[in-house]
């Protein structure tokens, strides 16, 4: 049916002024899926509770033996992720987007998991840390999906309150947490499958 006016003339809608106007809807739709979606890209807001662990360094690592922070967020799809002292040992692998040796690393990792090497009883996260949108690789969000990442993963914020309560200083940096929620190491840089599978065993007892 067309639209015409009572008197037959056909109606003249204002084509400049609603094109003007789809298109400012699109520019402001635009921006707020900057803001809101932008920071999903990016940051997040995790919160960590229980007493940071001391930064890691050489030697004898001080944070072994101690009770491992928690930390609770989500990851870049919006779903909450926790990482908490409930019983079960776990890896933590903090990963920072431009990282050369977490570039490696993630694939390795992931091909791991995917053969089924870890243990039963033993979980495992990782931390998207170290986020800056001046360094190569960004936004973490789009490498990690690339790789096809299935590591259950909480973003962390601008101020990398993930990374500092567990002590964080290199990339990538691994946390080997106890059954009962205490340190059993923590390392820097790529580990091999085969130390992955000792370490993983040893947590599983």
């Known amino acids: ?26 520019l402001i739709a635009t921006v707020i899926l900057t ?17 940071a662990l001391p930064a890691y360094g050489d030697g004898v690592d001080a944070a072994v033996g101690l009770v491992a922070p928690s930390a609770s967020g989500t990851d870049f799809d919006g779903a909450a992720v926790e990482i908490a002292n409930d019983g079960r040992p776990k890896i933590i692998l903090m990963l920072a987007h431009w990282c050369s040796h977490c570039q490696a690393e993630v694939p ?20 998207a840390t170290g986020t800056s949108e001046t360094r190569d690789n960004y936004p973490p969000k789009a490498w990690l999906e690339r790789e096809g990442w299935s590591v259950p993963l909480i973003v962390d ?3 990398y309150s993930v990374g500092n309560a567990f002590g964080l200083t290199a990339y990538p940096f691994w946390v080997f947490v106890q059954a009962d929620g205490t340190v059993a190491a923590r390392t820097t840089g790529e580990l091999t499958p085969e130390v992955l599978s000792q370490v993983a065993q040893g947590l599983a007892g």
């Open 1 to 26: 049916m067309s639209t015409q006016s009572q008197s037959g003339t056909p109606r003249r809608f204002p084509v400049v002024p609603v094109i003007v106007g789809a298109v400012a809807l699109v």
């Open 35 to 51: 803001f809101n979606g932008g920071g999903t890209d990016a940051f997040g807001t995790p919160t960590v509770t229980g007493d």
């Open 108 to 127: 390795v990792v992931e091909a791991w998991l995917d053969a089924g090497n870890l243990p039963d009883g033993v979980d495992i996260y990782s931390v």
């Open 157 to 159: 914020d601008a101020s």
